[in-house]
């Protein structure tokens, strides 16, 4: 049995199309006519590939690897063996994940997980009170309940469930088994599969008679360009909605509480944990396995690293790390005094 290939081939483009693009600088413009016809890491490109280096651990494959065009940042220019042709670009990652998405529309737009076409699937259920846009494609097994409203181009994958009310705009991506109650969705936002949006908050009045539960009646606000990764969950908010700012892009397996509100274009990597009422501004990047405490505050363009558990609030701009998060020089700093404190010797001369 011949192995499945996910995505179709590619339309060849030839250098000048790729530098019309990109905006990048075809160095010899006699190879303007060059066919390119896939993309590839260094390491593995070849006759026809387009592969790119703007990272310097891998400057070491450019000399050794057989592509036809490589995308490279000014300083690699210099590196470029004479037989490939060089295209110089200022950004050559987003470069060359221009020219995927060309190639590649499927991988980004993100196609049903049959792959079939368009139009609502028998094996779907569809209340009939929902107004569903011409061009959305529902595949089997999903539900989609009372008064939902879906824009035209939105793909609802398999087994999917939409609760009653819900919003989604145009050209988006609900991937197979995500479900959806309590939640508004902009243009463009892609789901992945298992998501779980506007599910209740953690929320309840404790004490000794045991916990109450809280009623938590906001909602999910999800603006255009977010993307939400597989198995993460965004529960609705308690008295106010929670929100997810404009093109900010959610990794698989984050957990983000009720009232939270999150700014535009931030990054959060896997497994982070963002509890109640936290707000982040614009621009922060939180690393895996970070958290937070609920009810504080992360400047626009902080940087949170990767298993940092932040308790205070976050300057704008600032970079923090440890637990508890503080300033990474500051945490460099004690780790640095603890491993010197590690290496000292007792009286009896062996070390501690």
Known sequence: ?????????????????????????????GKAELLISGIAPLS????GDLAFLDNPAYAKD?????????????????RVPEAIAALEAREPYRAFAMVGGRFYPAAVRLEGAFGGD??????????????????VTVEPGAVIGARVEIGTGTIVGANAVIGHDVRIGRDGHIGATASIIHSLLGNRVIVHPGVRLG????????????????????????????????????DRGATRDTVIGEGTKIDNGVQIGHN???????????HVGISGSTTLE??????????????????????????ASVKDDVPAGARWGGTPAKPLREFARELAALKALAKRKPAGGEEV
């Open 1 to 29: 049995m011949s192995d499945p290939v996910f995505f179709a081939s590619p339309k060849p483009m030839t250098l000048a199309q790729v530098a019309d693009l990109t905006g990048a600088r075809l160095v010899d413009p």
């Open 44 to 47: 593995e490109a070849g006759p």
């Open 62 to 78: 450019l000399a050794f690897t057989k592509a036809c065009a490589v995308l490279v940042a000014p300083k690699f220019l210099s």
């Open 118 to 135: 368009e139009g609502i699937s028998p094996a779907a259920h569809v209340h009939p009170s929902a107004r569903l846009e011409p061009g």
């Open 199 to 234: 599910q209740d908050g953690f929320g309840f009045a404790m004490g000794a008679r045991g916990h109450l539960k809280v009623p938590q009646i906001g909602r999910v606000i999800i603006q255009d360009d977010v993307e939400i990764g597989a198995n993460s969950c965004i």
């Open 260 to 270: 939270v509100v999150i700014g535009r274009h931030c990054v959060i990597v896997a």
């Open 282 to 307: 614009d621009y922060v990047v939180m690393g895996g396995k970070s958290g937070t405490v609920g009810h504080i505050r992360i400047g626009m363009g902080a940087q949170i690293a990767g298993t």
